[in-house]
Structures are given as structure tokens and as C-alpha cells.
């Protein structure tokens, strides 16, 4: 079953302007990962956040958690035409088991 | 990281017929794991895969539908049987290491059942 939602499922942006998705989960989590998926090809592990950190940055990408919430957000900054592609929230649940429990996904365009 | 190379890329099969896809990682590794990703969904793990023994399945899934193979530690085999186009989805095959929570995804295998 899937882990929760994301929001938007689909995004339209102009080159050079931010996009922001957001996710939710619904249970305990050691970390959450965010993943980017190019027309259906494999998966990209961009970043993760883990349970005690609010906020993480990795160039143009900054994520926040908000575990009282059990909520994530990915902002891409400064976009660009490469960056269009599917967007995964992921968690691994409490367990350690390597599992992974992913989103529904945002589908982001960015124009040139 | 561990680079996994997943065959085939893609596939036409008849219904009814069987597909067997067969994912080999670079290096060692500790977890394998097998997801489907139904047209315009996202991912929903299969099954672990694990060395030596049968695998784990998830709620919904069953080994007499999607056998999966582990030999060793870098190589699994999963396959979609008596397929419907119901099963049309792209697989992909995933790996990991203990204490390392990144995961490392193959390209995925396009399957489409006519």
C-alpha cells in the first residue's frame, strides 16, 4: 500500500523558477528519501532527511520534515528544463528493513 | 554505490506466457527487493529477495504469480507468470546495504502483455 500522497500530482513551471512538492506519510519513520524517475526509467536517490532534522540542503534542493505533522516538502530552486521528471517521496517505515514505501508522485515540467 | 544492471530493457509478450527479468548489481549487497510500477502509478514493493531462501511477499503478491530467485548476493531473478495485460507495468529491480539507507534502482523493465 502506498505511504501517503504528494502534492501536486502534476506541475507545470517556467526554466528558472522554484518548484515546491509536498508529501505526507502515515507512519513512524527512520528517514525519508526523496527519488526523481525520468520518463519511466529507473530511480535517482537525490536526498534524505532523517527523523531529528528538520531541514536539509543539497545544491539546488532543500527539504524540510515535519514530523508532527508527517510531512516533507521538496523545493528545487532556479529550475531548469533537465529537471523535468517525476518526483517520489519515500519511507522506510520504523523497521529497518530496507523496505521502501513511496508516494504517489509529482510530475514535474519545467519550459524552457 | 552499486550500480544494478536489469535485462531486458523491455518487452512484448503474449498472454499467458511467462517473463523471467534478471537483475545483476556490481557489488555486494546485503537487501534486494523487486517493485511494480503500474501505468501512471507509483511503485509498490513485490517482494524482498532473499539469498538462498524464498522470498518475502507482500500483501497481494504470491510466489506461484511472481517467482523470484537469489543465488547470491548480487543477482536476482523475477518472474511474471501466466501474464494478462493486467500485468503490463514496468518492474524494477532495487538493492541496498545494511546500515546504508540509500537504495539503488535498475533502469526497470518495460513489460507490455498483449
Known amino acids: 500500500s502506498q505511504q501517503g500522497e504528494e502534492d501536486p500530482q502534476a506541475l507545470s513551471i517556467q526554466e528558472g523558477e522554484n518548484a515546491t512538492m509536498n508529501c505526507s506519510y502515515k507512519t513512524s519513520i527512520n528517514n525519508l528519501q526523496w527519488y526523481r524517475q525520468n520518463s519511466g526509467r529507473g530511480l535517482v536517490h537525490l536526498i534524505l532527511i532523517r527523523s531529528n532534522e528538520r531541514e536539509k540542503h543539497s545544491g539546488r534542493l532543500r527539504v524540510t520534515l515535519d514530523t508532527s505533522k508527517k510531512s516533507s516538502s521538496l523545493l528545487i530552486t532556479a529550475s531548469r528544463a533537465a529537471d523535468t521528471a517525476s518526483y517520489f517521496c519515500?519511507?522506510?517505515?520504523?523497521?529497518?528493513?530496507?523496505?521502501?514505501?513511496f508516494g504517489q508522485g509529482t510530475t514535474l515540467q519545467v519550459k524552457p | 554505490s552499486a550500480v544494478i544492471s536489469q535485462k531486458p530493457s523491455r518487452d512484448i509478450c503474449q498472454r499467458g506466457t511467462s517473463l523471467t527479468i534478471q537483475c545483476q548489481v556490481d557489488?555486494?549487497?546485503?537487501?534486494m527487493f523487486w517493485y511494480r510500477q503500474q501505468p501512471g502509478q507509483s511503485l509498490t514493493l513485490i517482494a524482498t529477495?532473499?539469498?538462498?531462501?524464498?522470498?518475502?511477499?507482500e500483501s497481494g503478491f504470491v510466489i506461484d504469480k511472481f517467482p523470484i530467485s537469489r543465488p547470491n548476493l548480487t543477482f536476482s531473478t523475477l518472474t511474471v507468470s501466466n501474464m494478462s495485460p493486467e500485468d503490463s507495468s514496468i518492474y524494477l529491480c532495487s538493492a541496498g546495504r545494511t546500515g546504508v539507507t540509500e537504495a539503488f534502482f535498475g533502469q526497470g523493465t518495460r513489460l507490455t502483455v498483449v
Open positions: 557489488s555486494q549487497v546485503t537487501m
Open positions: 519515500a519511507t522506510d517505515g520504523s523497521g529497518n528493513t530496507g523496505k521502501l514505501i
Open positions: 529477495a532473499n539469498q538462498g531462501s524464498e522470498a518475502t511477499y
